[in-house]
């Protein structure tokens, strides 16, 4: 089997992207989240699969017309910090609805608060809807949900109520 670095995947394949991130999903809604090292994506990410959403892909994310999926050697793993990579269930592909950008920690407290009432942004390479966040506050996992309910289907959201601006 010939593996493909990620620059290597870009060019023979455009419409597929390699990005170095995590993805979770829930009733079949992708989120990916984003950030440097450090700033706690695999962390994130076991606090949603701990919460109830599907494993997708830890660490590399391919993504392909709006589709992610883990690089066939990572599917199912995921690293937890202090105990290493574990196998773990997993969502083969799901549709991305959610791009989520960690703010990394250290420094200044006040440059890890997102903003209030941000304007809307889009994640570039991902071109979907983005979402910063600190994501080691426990309120991550909650904002993620609500996020996640205001730009997936109907049919995709969880059960807490909540509506888009469009539903209205």
Known sequence: MVMLTPREQDAAF??????HACCAARNGAGVLIFGPSGAGKSDL???LVHAGYDLVA???VLLADGVASAPAPLRGMMEVRGWGLVRMRFVERVSAYLAVALIAPGGD????????????????????PLLRLNGFHASA???????LDCMAPVSLR???GVMSLGDI
Request: glycine share 4%; hydrophobic share 35%; charged share 30%.
């Open 58 to 60: 830890d660490d590399r």
């Open 14 to 19: 455009p419409a597929l992207r390699s990005l």
């Open 158 to 160: 969880s059960r807490i």
């Open 45 to 47: 990410l076991l606090r």
């Open 109 to 128: 407290e006040t440059a890890m608060t997102p903003e209030r009432s941000p304007e809307p942004e889009t994640h570039g390479p991902s071109g979907l």
């Open 141 to 147: 996992v909650a904002r993620i949900d609500v996020a």
